[in-house]
């Protein structure tokens, strides 16, 4: 029988969450707060990692002996880096920049053991096809509010899914964490 630790997720995603409570894994939540900027010349993989190591150690910091969890997802387009919109408008102008083109969702994850304080950091990459929108469908899509907070101005499992064209890889890192890296960096973590 295979026990996974209770998890603290450094995250106040409630698409995270539910991703957790999906697959039965028990975890609390706890906000990491941290400042999200990018670094100069800083390539989407080096950001992501960065960023969900920092979230997880300002966390273990704040409990004592946990596994600690912090994601960070990015979308990439044409080598341009989406994070969250800033407003509506810079929301229109990531779904027209996505419509009809493959892009990549990167996600990174670090597992803090916050009994030994050792971390284990790695990402995972999924590549998603948007559909073509006419201005209509990228109205309304904003109007909505779902893409404010998302990645990329889109949420998969959402209304945004009825604009996915296509999809290699894992789906959940799309949501924004990946189920099956989390299980095998955890898993790793346990053998040591």
């Known amino acids: 029988m295979i026990v996974m630790p209770k998890l603290v997720l450094a995250s106040a995603s409630p698409r995270r969450a539910e991703i957790l409570r999906a697959v039965g894994w028990p975890f609390e939540a706890l906000p990491a707060n941290i400042d999200e900027s990018r ?34 997802t990015v979308v990439v387009v044409e080598g341009e880096i989406l994070g ?12 027209r920049l996505l419509q009809g083109r493959w892009h990549q969702v990167l996600t990174g994850v670090a597992v803090f053991n916050g009994n030994v304080g050792r971390a284990r950091v790695a990402h995972e990459v999924t590549e998603v096809r948007f559909a073509v929108m ?59």
Do not use: C
């Open 39 to 72: 670094h100069d010349h800083e390539d989407a993989t080096t950001y992501v990692k960065r960023v969900a190591l920092a979230k997880a150690e300002v966390v273990t910091l704040r409990v004592t002996g946990a596994t600690v969890v912090g994601a960070d």
């Open 84 to 95: 969250k919109p800033r407003d509506e408008e810079d929301a229109r102008r990531m779904l």
């Open 134 to 192: 006419d201005e209509a469908e990228v109205g309304w899509y904003v109007a909505t509010g779902e893409p404010i907070d998302k990645a990329g101005a889109y949420a998969i499992q959402g209304l945004g899914a009825r604009f996915i064209k296509g999809i290699k890889g894992d789906y959940s890192n799309v949501v924004g964490l990946p189920v099956r890296l989390l299980y095998e960096l955890i898993m790793a973590e346990a053998r040591r």
